[in-house]
Nanobody, 123 residues
Framework: HVQLVESGGGLVQPGGSLRLSCQASGNTQSLRCMGWFRQVPGKEREGVAVRYPGGGSTFYRELLKGRFTVSKDNAKNALLLQMDNLRPEDSAIYYC?????????????????WGPGTQVTVS
């Protein structure tokens, strides 16, 4: 079993930055792909960015490229999401997710493990 816990959300002004962190525990050795998704009320959960350990490759939602950066803190075994130049439309609950798939993907149905989410509000 795998547990994921997000942290780092909060309230920030437009143009500001936040860094989210996802701590994984449990049977993490089997995980291959980890990523970030977000959801606002009334809308579907959408992929933000994922990181695949094979070569450390990353994959982003096209519109977020250049503002969001996903990386891993190896010392803490945590997945990070650096969000810069935030906009009000970035406000959402951000979820960390993990999968055993062998390729990077933003398709949420491929992810078996999810954290409870952290609220990000840009206002």
């Amino acid at each position: 079993h795998v547990q994921l816990v997000e942290s780092g959300g909060g309230l920030v002004q437009p143009g500001g930055s936040l860094r989210l962190s996802c701590q994984a525990s449990g049977n993490t050795q089997s995980l291959r792909c980890m990523g970030w998704f977000r959801q606002v009320p009334g809308k579907e959960r959408e992929g933000v960015a994922v990181r695949y350990p094979g070569g450390g490759s990353t994959f982003y939602r096209e519109l977020l490229k250049g503002r969001f950066t996903v990386s891993k803190d190896n010392a803490k075994n945590a997945l990070l999401l650096q969000m810069d130049n935030l906009r009000p439309e970035d406000s959402a609950i951000y979820y960390c997710a993990a999968a055993r798939i062998g390729f990077p993907s933003l398709a949420r149905y491929l992810y078996a493990y999810w954290g409870p989410g952290t609220q990000v509000t840009v206002s």
